[in-house]
């Protein structure tokens, strides 16, 4: 999510800024608390380990090969080497090609993300943005996660006007336990729903045959 969101109206063209009215939302907190949301993310996250054990396997492949080479190397003749050599790049090349199809940029989990959460998320901020229309707020900062804004007063939180807007009946997400004003106002990061896409898979190391 976006770590600050400014909605800027048509007030800004007609109010002088002294007269500009701000609020905050705490994304995190609206998020956590639609069922939709949480659906979406459940199965981003199945695709998720789906994708990590299938990647594992890959990678158990090619250490079992790489591992057989370097007990056996010394008994094979130079043509069995380069083969084995071969096969054993071969195996590499499909791992980090692997890889990057599902969670390089642009890759299957951004799809999954797009095809799966990005409607929720836009049905938020539109929300945020009707909210902030009809109040007739110039700025709507988001509190989840942002070290931007230092403080804002509980009472300019509007996390519950956007989920009565969304329809669902505000309340502490059952989950998580995020309250949309915690801290007291200060600019705690936000727990959120856990995602399990954003500790995706870093590129395997690779040992070089000798």
Same mark, same amino acid.
């Given at each position: 999510?976006?770590?600050?969101?400014?909605?800027?109206?048509?007030?800004?063209?007609?109010?002088?800024?002294?007269?500009?009215?701000?609020?905050?939302?705490?994304?995190?907190?609206?998020? +956590?608390? @639609?069922?939709?949301?949480? $659906?979406?993310?459940?199965?981003?996250?199945?695709?998720? *380990?789906?994708? /990590?054990? &299938? #990647?594992?396997?890959?990678?158990?492949?090619?250490?079992?090969?790489?591992?057989?080479?370097?007990?056996?190397?010394?008994?094979?003749?130079?043509?069995?080497?380069?083969?084995?050599?071969?096969?054993?790049?071969?195996?590499? +090349?499909? @791992?980090?090609?692997?890889? $990057?199809?599902?969670?390089?940029?642009?890759?299957?989990? *951004?799809?999954? /993300?797009? &095809? #799966?959460?990005?409607?929720?998320?836009?049905?938020?901020?539109?929300?945020?943005?009707?909210?902030?229309?009809?109040?007739?707020?110039?700025?709507?900062?988001?509190?989840?996660?942002?070290?931007?804004?230092?403080?804002?007063?509980?009472?300019?939180?509007?996390?519950? $006007?956007?989920?009565?807007?969304?329809?669902?009946?505000?309340?502490?997400?059952?989950?998580?336990?995020?309250?949309?004003?915690?801290?007291?106002?200060?600019?705690?990061?936000?727990?959120?729903?856990?995602?399990?896409?954003?500790?995706?898979?870093?590129?395997?190391?690779?040992?070089?045959?000798?």
């Amino acid at each position: 999510m976006r770590k600050l969101i400014i909605i800027a109206t048509l007030i800004l063209l007609a109010v002088p800024a002294r007269a500009q009215k701000y609020a905050s939302v705490n994304t995190a907190y609206i998020l +956590s608390n @639609l069922p939709e949301y949480n $659906q979406a993310l459940n199965k981003v996250n199945k695709y998720v *380990d789906e994708w /990590r054990s &299938e #990647l594992e396997a890959k990678q158990a492949e090619v250490d079992e090969l790489r591992q057989r080479y370097e007990q056996e190397s010394y008994l094979l003749p130079e043509n069995l080497k380069q083969r084995r050599q071969d096969e054993i790049r071969t195996k590499e +090349s499909e @791992l980090r090609n692997l890889q $990057q199809q599902r969670f390089a940029p642009g890759g299957d989990l *951004d799809q999954k /993300r797009a &095809e #799966l959460m990005k409607p929720v998320q836009d049905r938020v901020y539109n929300a945020i943005e009707r909210v902030a229309r009809e109040k007739n707020y110039a700025f709507v900062f988001d509190r989840a996660g942002s070290a931007t804004v230092l403080y804002v007063a509980d009472k300019y939180d509007i996390s519950n $006007q956007v989920l009565e807007m969304l329809g669902v009946k505000p309340g502490t997400a059952p989950e998580t336990g995020i309250n949309p004003n915690a801290g007291g106002g200060k600019q705690n990061a936000a727990p959120k729903p856990q995602d399990k896409s954003r500790q995706a898979p870093s590129a395997s190391s690779r040992k070089e045959i000798m």
